[in-house]
T-cell receptor
Framework: SQKIEQNSEALNIQEGKTATLTCNYT??????LQWYRQDPGRGPVFLLL?????KEKRKERLKVTFDTTLKQSLFHITASQPADSATYLC???????????FGPGTSLSVIP | DTEVTQTPKHLVMGMTNKKSLKCEQH?????MYWYKQKAKKPPELMFV???????INESVPSRFSPECPNSSLLNLHLHALQPEDSALYLC?????????????FGPGTRLLVL
């Protein structure tokens, strides 16, 4: 059955450094991969989407890569700030009409 | 307006109670979703409505009953819940087939079943 894994459960980094979060999947061939941010007790918020034929996508301090050969996406936050502390979820879809399948999430803490 | 609203924010109910969760969006989205989220777990899909018709039911127990009165509203009726149903219930909407499935989530209803 399909499986999605993300980094470790928790990641701590120093303010100003680049945070790199990993999303790996097996038994699945997504056409689209999304990243969401979720703060405690709140709903997830969409950040970025990348298609299977795109290698990289950027938005301000965020960068996402998608390697369909490795079945992996990397999510980078450059110049991290304490306000970036949250849980980050990757989400996969086979088609634009398909349901979204969420990974387990990585809890990021940026230490001042 | 890019907001999905949910009421109530918090709900405590006994196992014999009947209650309803409400969700509203005014983005013109034609797909609406209910998710259940337990602590430190990802959102778990329960139901999908597409053009006001139920299109996906992820084998959810019948004590959860969804309803979509119109394209802007989504309800989740609760009856005879169990303590293990305590969770954050999230509503989301998306543009059907468009925006590549990007989902807009509400803030959630924190449900506690005693």
């Amino acid at each position: 059955s399909q499986k999605i894994e993300q980094n470790s459960e928790a990641l701590n980094i120093q303010e100003g450094k680049t945070a790199t979060l990993t999303c790996n999947y097996t038994n699945y061939s997504p056409a689209y991969l999304q990243w969401y941010r979720q703060d405690p007790g709140r709903g997830p918020v969409f950040l970025l989407l990348i298609r299977e034929n795109e290698k990289e996508k950027r938005k301000e301090r965020l960068k996402v890569t998608f390697d369909t050969t490795l079945k992996q996406s990397l999510f980078h936050i450059t110049a991290s700030q304490p306000a970036d502390s949250a849980t980050y979820l990757c989400a996969l879809m086979k088609t634009s009409y398909d349901k979204v399948i969420f990974g387990p999430g990585t809890s990021l803490s940026v230490i001042p | 307006d890019t907001e999905v609203t949910q009421t109530p924010k918090h709900l405590v109910m006994g196992m014999t109670n009947k209650k309803s969760l409400k969700c509203e969006q005014h983005m013109g989205h034609r797909a609406m979703y209910w998710y259940k989220q337990k602590a430190k777990k990802p959102p778990e899909l329960m139901f999908v409505y597409s053009y006001e018709k139920l299109s996906i039911n992820e084998s959810v127990p019948s004590r959860f009953s969804p309803e979509c009165p119109n394209s802007s509203l989504l309800n989740l009726h609760l009856h005879a819940l169990q303590p293990e149903d305590s969770a954050l219930y999230l509503c989301a909407s998306s543009q059907e087939g468009g925006q590549l499935g990007v989902q807009y989530f509400g803030p959630g209803t924190r449900l506690l079943v005693l």
